[in-house]
């Protein structure tokens, strides 16, 4: 950074590190000075460290500062920028993956804020025949926000392997916003298992958001 303090890139990939160990006004400081960096600027695909099966990059410069800060805002409850921010990267339109990842965190944001109605908006406008690469965990919970699934049925229909954090986590949310709380944060509580590095994982984002709700909860 002191050598290239105009890269956005780095700006980035240390707001993401920064909310790996939970460092979340320096990943908002971070990711605000790549937001800037980016003004006016043309988007690339950015590079994939562990590509997907069908080894198609789905992230690009831009939409991942988008996506990163509005994590960084999501994980602090400042939920108002958080949808501002989810917004402006899902109108990006870069590709199937971001629009779903995009629509599914503006969705749970919504919600949060208790605005059901555009909540819903954000994700009715995911073709119901749409192919992801990457992000299938967010597109089945998308089904259940748009009510082509019960939430007993979509968790009974999915395998334990395929139970990541962010999945388990998106229904723990359903669970909060629609009234029943104490299940809602039993959910949240067996994912932020503390120094579980095996389980859930530690670092992965739906990890991160239920442990910081949990902090909120205190």
């Not at 939970?22 to 690339?44: H, N, Q, T, W, Y």
Request: charged residues 25%.
């Amino acid at each position: 950074m002191k050598l290239y303090p105009d890269e956005p890139r780095l700006y980035r990939h240390r707001c993401h590190r920064y909310l790996t160990i939970r460092e979340f006004d320096r990943a908002l400081a971070d990711c605000k000075k790549g937001a800037v960096l980016i003004e006016d600027g043309e988007d690339s695909i950015e590079p994939d460290g562990a590509p997907n099966a069908a080894n198609i990059p789905i992230y690009t410069r831009h939409s991942t500062i988008w996506y990163h800060l509005g994590l960084a805002y999501y994980f602090t409850h400042d939920f108002e920028n958080a949808h501002k921010t989810f917004q402006n990267g899902k109108d990006l339109h870069v590709n199937n993956d971001m629009e779903v990842s995009f629509s599914h965190w503006n969705y749970m944001t919504l919600r949060r804020l208790g605005r059901d109605q555009e909540a819903q908006a954000t994700v009715a406008t995911i073709p119901d025949d749409i192919v992801v690469y990457e992000s299938q965990a967010y597109l089945q919970l998308i089904d259940l926000y748009k009510g082509k699934i019960t939430v007993d049925e979509l968790w009974q229909n999915t395998s334990l392997d395929g139970r990541s954090s962010a999945f388990t986590y998106g229904i723990a949310n359903w669970y909060l916003y629609n009234g029943d709380t104490e299940r809602a944060f039993d959910m949240m509580s067996e994912i932020a298992q503390p120094y579980d590095f095996t389980g859930y994982g530690w670092g992965a984002f739906g990890f991160v958001a239920a442990e910081a709700d949990l902090k909120m909860r205190k």
